[in-house]
């Protein structure tokens, strides 16, 4: 089952509202992600009411898809985010065609930017992932987890020893 695409109507400034309805949180949730992650810093108006541009409301998406899709804690995607942003963002798309080849043609994003995937920052396939993929990938995002929390105790141990 794939995660169906936000469509961000064509506007220039956005109220909380609008941007909580676009990535299904509630306000309170957005307001801690302006002060956990730098790089989400609506303006306000003369209000004091928070105006969120496009851009605001991508960044929103990705901070919302690394924690609850990919299900990084606050730091670590505070982390892929800095990387990201440091890379300028350069995404390498792959896909096949109906022959089977890998296509790695530059891709033109909604900014009409061009991206060569030459030099990428990561990775990320075209195809989204299926419903039982995302529970397999959590499944191991558990177990590592685990297995990081035995190391750190065994880790402990030693030192004291």
Known sequence: MSRPAVAIPEKLFFKIGEVCELAGVQAHVLR???????MLAPQKNRAGQR?????????????KELLYEDQYTIAGAKKRLNNEIRGGGKLKVVGADEDGQVDT?????????????????????VTPRTAEER???KQIASELRELLSLLEQETSRNSKS
Request: negative net charge.
């Open 32 to 38: 801690y992600w302006e002060s956990e992650f730098p």
């Open 51 to 63: 105006v969120y541009r496009k851009r605001d409301v991508e960044m929103a998406l990705r901070i």
């Open 105 to 125: 043609a530059p891709v033109e994003f909604n900014d009409g930017e061009l991206f060569s995937p030459e030099t990428p920052t990561y990775t990320r396939a």
């Open 135 to 137: 529970q397999g990938l």
